[in-house]
Each structure stands twice: as structure tokens, then as C-alpha cells.
């Protein structure tokens, strides 16, 4: 059993910073690629980025130079570091973990970028 728990969601005003944490337990193989990806209200989920447990990373065009995705394979930790967000980056953010074809999910965490 895979579990996902995401944290460092909340409220920041436009061209703030936040940093989300998802730490993965359970069954957790050597080879895996964790992602975070977001859905606002209305809007289809999407893959914000993604990285690979040997570190290639891939981001959402939208996000690029501006967030930064990173691991720390001895924690089965992923980070998202956020900056200069906008209005549009508003929703709710998932952890995901794909292991052996198997498709794991965080249960969210709320970003809200408003003045």
C-alpha cells in the first residue's frame, strides 16, 4: 500500500512564494516518477511537472522558470518550490507516484494566489 501526504499549501498574495512537500510510504520501488499536478474549478486536471527517481525533471510550460521541482530519494520526499505566482496558478494541487504501471494519489492540497 502506497501512501501519498502533501503539505505547504494556503494563501499567498500574486508574485508570492510557497513550497509544497509530498512525502510517499508504503511499497515504494527503487524506479518511480512522482508528479504534481493541479485542477482549478472547472478546469481539467494538468501536470504542473514531474521527475523521475534518477532526477529528470519535466515542467508544464506555464510554470517554467518559475517553479522548481526536487527530491530527496532518502525521505521518498518530493518538493515543489513555487515563485512569482499568479492569480492563475489558483487550485487545487496533487502528489501523484507512478511505480511499476501502478498510479498513486495525494489527497490535495488548496494554493490560492489573491490580493
Known amino acids: 500500500q502506497v501512501q501519498l501526504v502533501e503539505s505547504g499549501g494556503g494563501l499567498v498574495q500574486p508574485g508570492g512564494s510557497l513550497r509544497l512537500s509530498c512525502a510517499a510510504s508504503?511499497?515504494?520501488?527503487?524506479?518511480?516518477?512522482m508528479g504534481w499536478y493541479r485542477q482549478a474549478p472547472g478546469k481539467q486536471r494538468e501536470l504542473v511537472a514531474s521527475?523521475?527517481?534518477?532526477?529528470?525533471?519535466n515542467y508544464a510550460d506555464s510554470v517554467k522558470g518559475r517553479f522548481t521541482m526536487s527530491r530527496d530519494n532518502g525521505k521518498n520526499t518530493v518538493y515543489l518550490q513555487m515563485n512569482s505566482l499568479k492569480p492563475e496558478d489558483t487550485a487545487a494541487y496533487h502528489c501523484?507516484?507512478?511505480?511499476?504501471?501502478?498510479?498513486?494519489w495525494g489527497q490535495g492540497t488548496q494554493v490560492t494566489v489573491s490580493s
Open positions: 501523484n507516484l507512478v511505480v511499476n504501471s501502478l498510479s498513486y
Open positions: 508504503g511499497n515504494i520501488f527503487s524506479f518511480n516518477i
Open positions: 521527475i523521475t527517481s534518477d532526477g529528470r525533471k
